[in-house]
């Protein structure tokens, strides 16, 4: 059970901003998806933790999104309550060195889990440190990208993250500290565990704020230059399979073009599945499943969907 009317009445003493059978389709970078029971923003920690109390002692399990980048959200929609961390939670600023973790003549940053990477990004610019270059232009949140140990060009969250700290289901919160994050490709402790992550502390070192540009400057252009930016999709539809890459083997395989209703296989990029317009949920699931069929028959690779279906 929903338990809507308990919910609502939770709600409404907040002052959290929330709508009923918001459309999905606005919140994921896909534009994919029916609708959601409830669609719910929050602003705090304190708004969060108490909402999550309350779910859970109806034993309700909320869904928890950011940007919705690396979602495909199902065309029936979302039974259940969805939790938005996002704008309205997003502060980034300079940090003392945190908890259990060595300053080493390293400056900490601190952001929470609804802000942009390209947010953060230009903050450290704008601080002139170096590290998170690599991050600039990927289309997530910082909590999605601590939850997946989100990475490219050679640099990954587990190079600059030392710490974060999240609400269990019941809405207590706790921290994790270096190795407690359990970092892998894509994978962290996240992954393994529910629960709504509220921050991370990066660990950066002083550099030089043009060459800092400059290199945040080259990796913007090479998505641009290389990834199908102008189409709605997830990103990168699947891990990449030990000893190869999921976009080569896709191209060998003669799939770029490849299409179910409005999905394709990207032209630009084989490892993006694209929405071209119209494409629903299914189209996407039956074009994942035509790429992974050929890949196997004819290279023997499985491939692994990196996209998160609710």
């Known amino acids: 059970m929903l338990h809507l009317e308990e919910i609502r009445q939770c709600l409404a003493q907040s002052g959290m901003l929330w709508r009923e059978n918001e459309n999905m389709a606005a919140h994921t970078t896909f534009r994919i998806g029916g609708p959601a029971a409830l669609f719910v923003e929050v602003s705090s920690a304190q708004e969060l933790s108490e909402l999550m109390a309350k779910l859970h002692s109806l034993s309700v399990k909320p869904v928890i999104i950011g940007r919705g980048s690396n979602l495909l959200v199902s065309d029936k929609g979302i039974d259940a309550p969805v939790i938005c961390v996002g ?184 490892g993006f599945v694209i929405n071209t317009g119209g494409a629903t949920a299914q189209d996407v699931l039956d074009l994942v499943a035509v790429i992974q069929k050929v890949v196997k028959d004819q290279t023997g690779y499985d491939l692994e969907c990196e996209i998160k279906l609710l």
């Open 87 to 270: 704008e309205h939670f997003s502060q980034v600023s300079l940090s003392s060195a945190p908890e259990r973790v060595e300053a080493d003549g390293r400056t900490f940053v601190y952001a929470q889990s609804g802000a942009s990477l390209t947010k953060l990004c230009r903050f450290c610019l704008e601080q002139g440190l170096s590290g998170l270059e690599f991050a600039y232009g990927i289309p997530g949140t910082v909590g999605g990208a601590i939850a997946m140990n989100a990475g490219a060009y050679g640099g990954e969250m587990k190079d600059v993250v030392v710490g974060a700290h999240h609400l269990t289901m019941d809405g207590t919160e706790k921290h994790l500290w270096n190795q407690e994050l359990d970092f892998g490709y894509r994978h962290s402790f996240y992954t393994d565990h529910s629960a709504c992550i509220l921050g991370g502390w990066f660990a950066l070192k002083p550099g030089s704020r043009d060459e800092i540009k400059a290199l945040m400057d080259e990796n913007l252009n090479k998505r641009q230059t290389k990834q199908p930016l102008e189409y709605p999709s997830a990103g990168s539809t699947f891990k990449r399979p030990v000893g190869n890459y999921a976009s080569a083997l896709i191209d060998q395989c003669g799939l770029k073009g490849r299409s179910v209703g409005g999905a394709q296989v990207s032209e630009k990029h084989a």
